[in-house]
Structures are given as C-alpha cells and as structure tokens.
C-alpha cells in the first residue's frame, strides 16, 4: 500500500459523486506495503480506503472484488466494494483500475498471543468455508509458476549461499507440487500478515474486526494460506522461530470450524517451507528491483531467508503439539 499515482482532491471527488458517497473531507494517502496506491478517505458518510491498483488489470480484478462482495454478504468481516448506481464495484481513477472499501474499525495487533491466534485462526476457516461457493476462478498469481519465473531474475542479486539455499528450496517444491495439488482447495487470502487484520476493544480483550487486503487471493490449497498465517502470526520476529504454543493454538482453532485431512496434517512441515519461500522470493524481487514510488518502503528480505531456514531445520507437525 505505497503511493505510485498521486490522487487530486478533485479526482477523488469525482468518484465519490459516482459512489454516492457524498463531500470528500480528508484524503491521506498511506504508506505501508509495497504492491498499490492506497488513500484513506472520509466523507459525511464513513471512512474508505481508496486502493489504486498498479499490477493488477481490469481483467483480473474482478476476481478479487467479487470475493471481498461474496465474502462480506456470507458474514466475514472484510471490507465491501462501493458500488455505483449500476452496482459496478471496479472503477478507474487516474486511467487505472480502482476501489472504494469500508475502512474496518479497530487496529492491528503486532505483539500478538494465543488469544489473538485462535481468533485468526477460527476467522480464517470461517472465510475457507464462506468461499467454497464463490464462482469465479483465478490461480494464485505468486504460487509455483511465478517462482519458477521470478528465481532466476533474483539469483544473480545473491551471495552464493543464498543462491544455494533458493535454488534447492525451489527444487524440493517442485518436487512436493503434484501431493500438494491434490489437498482440499478453494479461495485463500494468501497474505494474512498482522498488518492485514484488525482488531476493535480494550487490552486484553481485543475481538476480529476483520481481515483485508485480498489483492494477493486466488485459488489454492487452504494448507498454504494456514501455514502463511503460521509463518507471520506465530513465530519470534527476530529469528523466524515458530512459537509451538501459539502455532498450536491456531490450528486448533482452525480445525474447530473446518478438521484437516491427513494429507494437510502430513504436508504441514512442506507447505510451511513453500509458504516462506513465496514471500523471500517476493522480497527479493522487490528489494533488488524496486519501483518507483512516492512513499514506499521496501521490506528486508532477509527475514523469510531466516524463516525458511528454520523451518527447514526444525519441521514442525502440528499433530504433535496438538493436546
């Protein structure tokens, strides 16, 4: 959520008039991610957030709307498209693609503990099953075919330890694809971080207000988007170490509202490993070959290196530490 296209009040504007959103009283563009232009805006009638997409196009975003749309109506607390009088939820600002969302209330909680955890966790089955009859189809655009393109972009950039390390990482995904292929699959977020969930209350008593941010979504293994929350939500920052407890905590909170299969549960340890390669790759790509943007802050890819090694060296089974 860097800024790439710089919005005019009077652009903005014109777009609220289309929304029937009323008079535009801030606009403050945000800083925070890497992927599109975002804005926060109020009106008379609430808080949005204007997202201005640079990668995506007009072909592919309906995908990504419509399941933000189909998610909220089944009751998951994500941020719904604006419509027009024509019920149009993709619009354009700036020749580009664009949306107006509900801005979620609460914040983000970046310490977080188990309680936080199981509620993720049990949020994040809720959306699992919620999108099991969404119509639309659209691969995960940064699953294995766009690491097979992107490894050799980045490999050149690397000390030959990394390279190393990457290139036989990529190798055993590739091998492990056709067994992960076969779990249970549908619409997955495929980047829950911590910076992408809200929560509402007092300390303590902190309650899921929501999850947004779907513009990395797309059809895969329910197995990948849990071990991408794994990855973020409960691990030591500073080392990549997975912090059994809470990791513990959240699959059984998931498996309260939809059980694991065997092959899920045998596969955890892989599909932890391909969830922290998809964001090194990403990292690495973003930090040697940057955009340009007004406000963008880059994150260090070192830190999925160091989570990757660690899962490589400490695989994890969650039937273990599960009671």
């Known amino acids: 959520m860097a800024v790439f296209t710089d919005v005019s009040p009077e652009q903005a504007q014109a777009l609220l008039d289309q929304l029937n959103l009323g008079e535009l009283q801030s606009l403050q563009g945000i800083s925070a991610g890497i992927e599109n232009t975002n804005y926060f805006v109020t009106t008379p009638r609430g808080e949005y957030v ?79 099953l919620a999108g099991q ?29 990394q390279a190393a390390l990457l290139s036989a990482e990529l190798a055993f995904q590739e091998q492990l694809a056709p067994g992960a292929a076969q779990l249970p699959r549908g619409p997955i977020h495929a980047d829950l971080f911590r910076d992408n969930v809200m929560f509402e209350g007092l300390p303590g008593r902190e309650r899921l207000s929501g999850f947004f941010d779907f513009y990395f979504a797309g059809v895969d293994s329910f197995l990948f988007d849990l071990c991408v929350c794994l990855n973020d939500w409960c691990i030591d920052l500073d080392s990549g170490r997975l912090d059994e407890q809470r990791a513990a905590a959240f699959v059984k909170a998931y498996e309260s509202i939809r059980p694991m299969t065997g092959a899920e549960h045998r596969l955890l340890p892989g599909l932890l490993r391909a969830a922290a390669l998809r964001f090194w790759i990403s990292r690495l790509w973003d930090f040697h070959l940057p955009r340009e943007a007004s406000l963008l802050k880059p994150h260090d890819p070192t830190h999925f290196e160091r989570v990757l090694r660690e899962r490589i060296a400490n695989p994890w089974h969650a039937l273990e530490s599960l009671p």
Request: hydrophobic residues 45%; glycine residues 6%; aromatic residues 8%.
């Open 50 to 128: 204007l997202t201005i997409f640079e990668r995506l196009s007009f072909e592919q975003l309906p995908f990504y709307l419509e399941l933000m749309r189909h998610l909220a109506r089944q009751g998951v607390p994500v941020p719904a498209p604006q419509p027009d009088a024509q019920d149009r939820i993709l619009h354009r600002v700036a020749g580009k693609p664009a949306a107006v969302v509900d801005k979620l209330r609460g914040g983000h909680q970046l310490a977080p503990d188990q309680f936080h955890c199981e509620q993720v966790g049990a949020g994040l089955a809720r959306m699992h």
């Open 133 to 161: 009859d969404f119509p639309l189809h659209q691969d995960n655009l940064r699953g294995l075919a766009w690491w097979r393109e992107t490894v050799p972009v980045v490999l050149p950039h690397l000390a030959p330890e």
